[in-house]
């Protein structure tokens, strides 16, 4: 497991690693990339403002550390989000979970 903890001006930084862990942990292409992989990573991030996109792949878990939810904001235009994992229909709903993101 992976643990990175961000603090406001890590903008550079966080969106490389944000990148990086997507390119093996989620995705669609190819489809459900990730799904199965061995790798975990946490992504932490201290109060403040960040201007980079997170996207949350499989077992990966996103966590504000302030004490209130508006003590970690997300300025990009995406922030923090998830694409639904699969594009085939039968699959449904289960490829969004083993993704978390709190704040």
């Known amino acids: 497991a992976s643990v990175h903890v961000f603090s406001p001006g890590d903008d550079a930084a966080c969106a ?12 669609k292409v190819p489809t459900n990339h990730g799904q199965f992989v061995s ?10 403002a960040y201007s980079c996109a997170v996207p949350v792949g ?12 508006d ?14 994992g699969a594009a085939l229909p039968t699959i449904g ?10 704040n």
């Open 39 to 48: 790798s975990r990573h946490a992504l932490l991030f201290k109060p403040g």
């Open 16 to 27: 490389s690693v944000a990148a990086s862990i997507f390119s093996t942990n989620g995705g």
């Open 58 to 69: 499989f077992y990966t878990q996103v966590l504000g550390l302030g004490s209130s939810p």
């Open 93 to 102: 709903a289960l490829d969004s979970f083993w993704r978390s993101a709190e």
């Open 71 to 84: 003590d970690v904001v997300f300025t990009d235009s995406k922030g923090v989000y998830s694409e639904q």
